[in-house]
């Protein structure tokens, strides 16, 4: 199958653990953060989003956490499993125009 | 299963040659992207429809990459006279009905250049 950021900054995390992935993003003017996953040979997939009038957004099992003032984002998953282990990338973007711009992704590795 | 059906899922093609993909959203995304995948990055933006109109395209859509949606369902990628700088994962990607922002993204079309 599709094998994914062969070269890609990772993190190994001890399975039950929480991770935390980050992000910094490049455009001020972005209005509209998204996190995806991408499991080997699919699509990425949407995990969780949040609005630039917002800091914090809590899913399920996840939180973005957005940083203006430095332009940061990050995701926490909190008790990681084994189907967590995938590549993340943070986009960035506008409401309305989902012309996103995706950030270098993460390798996540769950360690069982 | 996000409601975006991509075909074919590899394409392999010697330089020069043509290839097209096509892209089934479910009916309910007037919205429909393509976007652009090399090893070890993150998707780039092509283009995107609005229902049949072709509303944005990037610079990374040279003259030998033409797409077209032509009943505001389906929407084909078409790449002439291919380069091995074309070797990429193609991903087509629906807005959802649910005015988050949320992209469908299909499983995409993996294209070698030989």
């Known amino acids: 199958g599709e094998n994914v950021g062969l070269h890609l900054p990772t993190l190994s995390v001890q399975e039950g653990d929480n991770s935390i992935i980050n992000c910094a993003y490049s455009n001020s003017a972005s209005d509209y953060f998204i996190w995806y996953k991408q499991e080997s040979g699919k699509g990425p997939q949407f995990i969780i989003d949040i609005r630039s009038n917002m800091d914090k957004r809590q899913g399920q099992r996840v939180t973005v956490l957005l940083n203006k003032t430095v332009k940061h984002l990050s995701l926490q998953i909190a008790a990681t499993q084994p189907g967590d282990s995938a590549v993340y990338f943070c986009?960035?973007?506008?409401?309305?125009?989902?012309?996103?711009?995706f950030g270098t992704g993460t390798r996540l590795t769950i360690i069982p | 299963d996000t409601g975006v059906s991509q075909d074919p899922r590899h394409k392999i093609t010697k330089r020069g040659q043509n290839v097209t993909f096509r892209c089934d959203p479910i009916s309910e995304h007037n919205r429909l992207y393509w976007y652009r995948q090399t090893l070890g990055q993150g998707p780039e933006f092509l283009t995107y429809f609005q229902n049949e109109a072709q509303l944005e395209k990037s610079r990374l859509l040279s003259d030998r990459f033409s797409a077209e949606r032509p009943k505001g369902s389906f929407s084909t990628l078409e790449i002439q006279r291919t380069e091995q700088g074309d070797s990429a994962m193609y991903l087509c990607?629906?807005?959802?009905?649910?005015?988050?922002?949320?992209?469908?993204f299909g499983e995409g079309s993996r294209l070698t250049v030989l």
């Open positions: 986009a960035e973007g506008h409401l309305g125009n989902e012309k996103l711009t």
């Open positions: 990607a629906a807005l959802g009905k649910t005015n988050t922002g949320e992209l469908f």
